[in-house]
């Protein structure tokens, strides 16, 4: 019995883990490639929620849901990025602006409703090839889905970062003189690197809502915070594995973050603490990671391996 509860909770935290992860991959790439602290994630997360939510409700496929969803995240990324380059604002208040404007925009998406169900729709955990699953081994589907979806937005994303675009846009982070070398405008790279930071967190809302079944315009609370935990976490723990992308460890971090999270709960942590946990968690997290050498994050982040 105690082994079916273990296993239960290591898939739960291995499936959110993995969802999250996709989000954690967009803040790696605004927070430790760009070096831009975007708040605007917690806008846009919810974001991707709500119009998969509304699409699948009304019927639609929910794959075309996950690239809506991507490109609506994408275009509130431009408009952060468009604040802090073209008008100059500080990218603190520029994700500051947007993560706000968009709660209205997500409560427009709903037609003025927190919560969005479409319960028994067709979603990606129950569409496609996640079918060849049978529903006596739903956790199961959950779990192979969720790795799946983050693997392939792992892999994509490591294949767009060796790319001469991809260059360009870690120069604009660390170098953008470099950048202004090469003839190119370190600016652009920038909203660029936020409008993909953003879609793949709306991207992981998306999906998360997909599992649940019900988009909430609340989902974003404490997103940011998960996702900064997860990059630090990851990039500091996992930075002695060699053989490990700064990617990978991306990943693995929020799925230790959540575990951590969940075994807090298992131990009697009442629910109404964990945003209480979540940010004593990344306060211990920062001051660790300000005793980490300047040069092994910086050789981190220009990882290579698998």
Request: proline letters at 3%; a positive charge; one cysteine or more.
């Amino acid at each position: 019995m105690a082994l079916d509860v273990f296993l239960g909770l290591l898939t739960g935290v291995l499936q959110e883990g993995f969802v999250y992860g996709i989000m954690a991959l967009g803040i790696y790439v605004t927070y430790q490639v760009l070096n831009f602290p975007d708040l605007s994630v917690e806008g846009t997360f919810p974001l991707g929620s709500c119009v998969a939510g509304v699409m699948i409700a009304s019927g639609l496929n929910p794959w075309l849901a996950c690239m809506a969803a991507f490109a609506c995240g994408a275009a509130a990324g431009g408009v952060t990025g468009l604040l802090h380059v073209k008008l100059h604002i500080t990218d603190l208040l520029s994700g500051i602006l947007v993560m706000t404007a968009l709660w209205s925009v997500n409560l427009a998406v709903t037609s003025g409703s927190a919560v969005t169900p479409f319960y028994n729709q067709p979603t990606i955990y129950t569409s496609g090839p996640a079918a060849l699953i049978s529903d006596s081994h739903n956790s199961l589907r959950a779990l192979v889905v969720a790795f799946i979806s983050c693997l392939f937005v792992k892999l994509l994303l490591d294949e767009y970062l060796k790319t001469k675009s991809g260059l360009l846009l870690r120069a604009a982070g660390n170098n953008p003189r470099y950048v202004v070398s090469l003839g190119k405008d370190p600016g652009n790279m920038k909203i660029l690197g936020l409008m993909l930071g953003n879609g793949l967190a709306a991207l992981s809302g998306c999906i998360l809502c997909q599992r649940e079944e019900s988009a909430d315009i609340y989902s974003g609370t404490g997103m940011i915070v998960l996702g900064l935990a997860a990059v630090i976490v990851g990039v500091n723990i996992f930075s002695g594995i060699r053989f490990l992308r700064s990617t990978t460890a991306v990943i693995l971090g929020a799925v230790l973050y959540r575990g951590v999270l969940v075994a807090a709960l298992q131990m009697g942590l009442p629910t109404n603490y964990m945003k209480l946990l979540m940010a004593v968690l990344l306060t211990v997290v920062l001051v660790a990671y300000k005793t980490v050498p300047t040069g092994r994050r910086k050789k981190h982040v220009s990882r290579t391996e698998v």
